[in-house]
């Protein structure tokens, strides 16, 4: 039988193919005939495949019915089935949110994983750890003596009723909390919502607010017979009142295992005297950290000489707002135990130290260290600061500074120097500075001596962030590009020279900076550093890993303001699995910014407003 395929080599059939012209009636009959002999040829063809898909759908069917069994056997055989209740326990603990407690909500763990089968039901019940950590919002109204201005006129109607079966709903989630929780420790956060205008009146729950009061009163007293076994208290946006009507409820002698208070005050104006203060934060035997909110009710109130606290016995101290120079190195130099301490420092105007200038504050047991300046002030009590303290086991260090500190100092002898301190820091494995905050010459002296720093971050370091509410913020401090600063330190001092070539180095320090670096963190990249210059910088530290001179460094995350060049970072995973490294071993993230031209004073854009106008006044009637 001829085929179609053979008939193509026909002129006839070929010129057909390549044109819309009718056939002629010879070639009508001869594709006919083909058409019939296809046809003829094709039909066993199909059923055959029609036989074989139906074997085919039979098999897939006893398939699908033994693959279900399998997948019964393996459910009863499942180790998950022998897993102890201790060990599930332990792996719904670590569930847990890790910075905050749970919002008792149904989509949080420990009531989310309730919700999965009965048995995890069953045994999230029967672990009192589970609930041992809780978040409580306050549900409060606007304070009936405002004036009202301020009061919308269907308030009662559109909110007070929804807000008071909330609040009814709210009280037992807390009491079956309570009750879950066992005998265990708990760790207990009150939120109060923020208003600036219940701010100006002293914060909510105001002396005549009586409905605010008498919800806040039964939330207390459901809390009441547990205080014994509180561990850690957060109080968040309490104004002065509602700290007034907590310490009342909750004197220190009830509070007779806490260990950790952090106090957010929102004063509003209205101080709390000294004694009440003090009262409220001493006579607490087991009280070992503390974290206050910057507010003025603290600030002359922290000296040990004013505050009878137990301060040898603090382990950690967070407090997030200005204290002088003089009272930081006093609260220092009575915290023998301190394992972490962050401070706002600031300075008072004609400060000096008081005591003799080689004294020194020895921290053997600090851990973490973290300060963020908020003077300028070249004074010299502010640049010797650093001089005075001591910290032999300090493993992480943080120096900030503001967003009106963002330029290089004009005068390299005025800054702050750290070098003291990170000199008697051997163990030191994390760094985080803005290198434009302090001495060039003592930054590279600091990188120097701390030879076993695992991670550096040039800039503001996020997971250092713990700037209250009310402060600026972290967008403020980003330094200006209009003038076009070069950074402070250049990256490119990290390279590592290869060992032949002893003599050409193109660094002025020629000693390996940082041999233990791990990861590289930098913020808002302003110099002329190209992510050619980067690559090679990496690439010089994976060599010098590969010789056995330098740790491997394992991750790298930069962002710059300016545009990216080229992308690199094909470039450098390639490169690592060249010299052996697995892949995901070496983490790249790098981001760039956009050129607003807008704000270069020498672009021709300069000056253009948002929306892409020139003219500010346009009103769109």
């Excluded at 085919?56 to 033994?66: G, N, S």
């Excluded at 045994?123 to 919308?152: C, D, G, H, M, T």
């Excluded at 809390?223 to 509602?242: D, I, K, Y």
């Excluded at 710059?560 to 993230?589: Q, S, T, V, W």
Aim: aromatic residues 10%; contains cysteine; glycine residues 4%.
């Amino acid at each position: 039988m001829t085929t179609f395929i053979e008939m193509e080599s026909d002129p006839e059939i070929a010129r057909l193919l390549q044109s819309n012209l009718p056939p002629n009636d010879a070639t009508t009959l001869k594709l006919n005939t083909l058409l019939t002999e296809l046809h003829n040829e094709s039909a066993p063809m199909e059923a055959e495949i029609l036989r074989l898909q139906g074997m085919i759908r039979d098999l897939e069917a006893k398939t699908a019915v033994a693959q279900h069994s399998i997948h019964r056997c393996h459910t009863i055989l499942s180790v998950t089935r022998r897993v102890p209740d201790d060990i599930w326990h332990e792996i719904f603990y670590h569930c847990l949110p890790l910075r905050r407690g749970s919002t008792m909500h149904l989509t949080d763990a420990p009531l989310l994983l309730t919700r999965v089968c009965s048995n995890w039901r069953r045994l999230a019940l029967s672990f009192p750890r589970l609930w041992s950590s809780f978040y409580i919002p306050l549900l409060l109204k606007e304070a009936s003596n405002l004036p009202p201005q301020f009061v919308s006129p269907d308030y009662i109607s559109s909110q007070q009723i929804p807000l008071e079966r909330r609040q009814e709903l709210r009280v037992r989630a807390i009491e079956e909390w309570l009750r879950r929780s066992g005998s265990c420790s708990l760790s207990i956060s009150l939120s109060c919502p923020t208003s600036y205008v219940m701010e100006q009146f002293g914060g909510y729950c105001h002396d005549d607010d009586k409905f605010n009061i008498s919800y806040i009163q039964q939330i207390y007293d459901i809390l009441s017979p547990s205080a014994t076994r509180w561990e850690s208290v957060e109080l968040l946006n309490f104004g002065h009142h509602m700290l007034q009507i907590f310490q009342a409820k909750f004197p220190s002698s009830t509070l007779v295992n806490l260990d950790n208070m952090k106090i957010s005050v929102q004063s509003g104006g209205f101080l709390p005297t000294p004694a009440q203060t003090c009262a409220f934060l001493q006579s607490m035997p087991t009280l070992r950290k503390i974290s206050l909110s910057h507010d003025a009710a603290w600030q002359c109130l922290l000296k040990p000489r004013y505050c009878p606290l137990k301060w040898y016995h603090f382990t950690e101290i967070h407090f997030h707002f200005v204290l002088t120079v003089n009272t930081v190195l006093e609260i220092l130099s009575a915290c023998g135990m301190l394992v972490s301490f962050a401070v706002m420092l600031g300075l008072e105007e004609g400060e000096v130290l008081p005591f003799c200038p080689n004294k020194h504050i020895v921290l053997p047991h600090l851990h973490t260290f973290v300060v963020d300046d908020w003077n300028e002030d070249p004074a010299s009590i502010r640049m010797e600061f650093f001089e005075h303290i001591s910290a032999p086991a300090l493993r992480r260090f943080a120096y900030m500074a503001p967003s009106s500190g963002s330029q290089i100092l004009a005068n390299q002898d005025d800054g702050i120097r750290l070098s003291p301190l990170l000199g008697g820091s051997p163990s030191l494995e994390t760094l985080s500075v803005d290198p434009s905050k302090i001495p060039i010459s003592d930054f590279f002296k600091c990188i120097s001596m701390t030879r076993h720093v695992r991670r550096i971050v040039l800039g503001h370091d996020p997971d250092f962030d713990k700037v209250p509410k009310g402060t600026p913020s972290q967008e403020a401090r980003v330094p200006s590009v209009s003038y076009g600063r070069l950074d402070a330190f250049d990256l490119r001092s990290l390279a590592i020279p290869p060992i032949e070539s002893s003599s050409s180095i193109a660094m002025e320090h020629s000693e390996i900076l940082l041999p233990e670096l791990e990861e590289l963190v930098a913020y808002h990249i302003l110099s002329d550093l190209t992510d050619e210059d980067l690559f090679t910088v990496i690439k010089s530290r994976l060599d010098a890993w590969k010789d056995g001179r330098v740790a491997l460094l394992k991750q790298v995350k930069l962002e710059f303001f300016r545009m990216r060049e080229k992308d690199i970072c094909p470039d450098i995973i390639r490169y690592a699995e060249d010299l052996g490294i697995e892949n995901g071993r070496l983490k790249i993230d790098l981001t760039y910014g956009e050129r607003w031209e807008a704000d270069i004073p020498l672009s021709r854009l300069y000056g253009l407003l948002g929306k892409d106008c020139s003219w500010p006044f346009h009103w769109y009637l």
